[in-house]
């Protein structure tokens, strides 16, 4: 079923019904567990963009659309109570490009915040020296009348790390009013009677793709500021805000997926499938995991891709060569010193 659909419309046909509050319950377990045992479709059916990134949710996981409508009946528990923001069309989790644009534009309007991001190396540069914090957001965003260089596309999740997307958890205010609901409004009654309400989120090690349309941009005073630029400048400013609701309290928090980064530029190369497996996987692997499927499990490793030695040699350096150079002083019989001797077999010590 189309999760839009499940969560605006079925989740609620029951709760409509004269059925008591038991069987609304019941309902309401189904439809959250349907939700949560929903995975990506196997074929991503998502556009390429020619300006793009890949950003992964950190815990606790990303919250998207709470302030939309999400009715709610008294008296039934395991409701989902808070709106979340799901595509109409695909019933994916969706995170709209004006939010996205909105974010981003937001940035701009904090001048210590603009102050200290000039000092940073991503932020663009003309001539050797950073550009102006004023001209920059006009040109990017728009102002009044006048559109923006940069069009901003919904984010969509590409892949998972668990295979799931959906997660529940709960907000629990304290609100100033009794369980009989009286009007306490003016007593506040601190930690007494927190009312849990339970909300939908991404969970943690799902991975989105950010996409945009734009050409190098130009600023008022005629300067230039290559498309690539802008892009790294939104994915660290991503990196810094995070997105959604509720970011004050670790919600919405990201981090890069360079493997799925890889991953879309070899198909967007045209690469086909075999090509592009060996490169997502070698970026993936964490640093003892790479030493030791090219230390210990050498073998299963040169087995497991069709490739030639000399090959995923090269691949592997030209991915991570930089970690595998610094493995030159490992312990002789470590994975590390059995890897780096793989990939650079002319340069190791005679043993």
Not at 53 to 69: C, D, E, N, R
Not at 105 to 123: C, G, K, N, P
Not at 176 to 198: C, F, H, W
């Amino acid at each position: 079923m189309n999760q839009h659909y499940r969560f605006h419309v079925e989740y609620f046909n029951y709760l409509l019904t004269d059925a008591d509050a038991e069987e609304q319950e019941e309902h309401c377990r189904k439809n959250n567990k349907e939700l949560l045992n929903f995975r990506l479709p196997a074929k991503e059916e998502i556009p390429f963009s020619e300006h793009c990134f890949h950003l992964k949710t950190l815990y606790p996981g990303l919250l998207a659309g709470l302030g939309y409508a999400h009715e709610a009946m008294e008296n039934v528990n395991n409701q989902i109570k808070l709106g979340f923001s799901l595509d109409f069309v695909t019933g994916l989790p969706v995170i709209p490009g004006s939010s996205v644009k909105g974010v981003l534009r937001s940035l701009f309007d904090d001048e210590e915040a603009v102050t200290a991001l000039r000092q940073r190396e991503y932020w663009p540069k003309a001539g050797g020296q950073p550009v102006d914090a004023d001209a920059l957001p006009q040109a990017l965003f728009g102002e009044s009348e006048n559109d923006g260089q940069v069009i901003f596309w919904d984010a969509w999740p590409v892949k998972s790390a668990s295979d799931k997307v959906f997660g529940l958890d709960y907000i629990t205010p304290h609100l100033p009013k009794s369980q009989d609901g009286k009007d306490l409004a003016e007593e506040y009654r601190g930690l007494t009677n927190p009312v849990p309400i339970m909300m939908l989120k991404v969970i943690p090690g799902v991975t989105w793709r950010f996409r945009f349309s734009l050409d190098d941009i130009r600023l008022a005073d005629g300067t230039g500021i290559a498309a690539e630029a802008v892009c790294k400048l939104f994915r660290e400013l991503l990196l810094i805000t995070g997105i959604g609701a509720k970011t004050n309290t670790g919600f919405g928090a990201l981090e890069t997926d360079a493997a799925a980064d890889i991953k879309w530029r070899l198909a967007a190369e045209g690469k086909t499938k075999e090509e592009i497996e060996a490169p997502v996987w070698l970026y993936s692997l964490s640093e003892e995991r790479l030493a030791q499927a090219f230390g210990k499990d050498k073998n299963k490793t040169l087995k497991q891709f069709d490739l030639q030695e000399a090959d995923l040699r090269k691949l592997g350096k030209e991915l991570r060569g930089e970690m595998i150079a610094s493995w030159a002083g490992a312990e002789k019989k470590s994975n590390k010193r059995k890897a780096y001797k793989f990939f650079f077999p002319s340069q190791h010590d005679e043993e």
